[in-house]
Nanobody, 114 residues
């Protein structure tokens, strides 16, 4: 059974950077497409970025040019590098792994505030 653990969240000032990690255990991540989702208070969960098994990436318009998703199969980890952070990026960030089944991590809080 695949298990996902996110880390790297925290409090950062506007314009700052964070790198989120999604570490997998129980299976090999290169079998899965991986997405980073986020959910702000009172809002629906939305896709921020995803990466296919091929390495092809996709970004929401709101993060394009600021966020970068990448995967390190040797470390069984997917990353989300977030630069030029804005207050509207404040949310709980979740990673999701998808094949025939869907697996979610528990989330990590990102707060962008001065």
């Amino acid at each position: 059974q695949l298990q996902l653990v996110e880390s790297g969240g925290g409090l950062v000032q506007p314009g700052g950077s964070l790198r989120l990690s999604c570490a997998a255990s129980g299976s090999t991540l290169d079998y899965y497409a991986i997405g980073w989702f986020r959910q702000a208070p009172g809002k629906q969960r939305e896709l921020a970025a995803d990466i296919a098994r091929s390495g092809a990436t996709n970004y929401a318009d709101s993060v394009k040019g600021r966020f970068t998703i990448s995967r390190d199969n040797a470390k069984n980890t997917v990353y989300l590098q977030m630069n030029s952070l804005k207050p509207e990026d404040t949310a709980v960030y979740y990673c999701r792994a998808t094949t025939a089944n869907i697996y979610w991590g528990q989330g990590t809080q990102v707060t962008v505030s001065s």
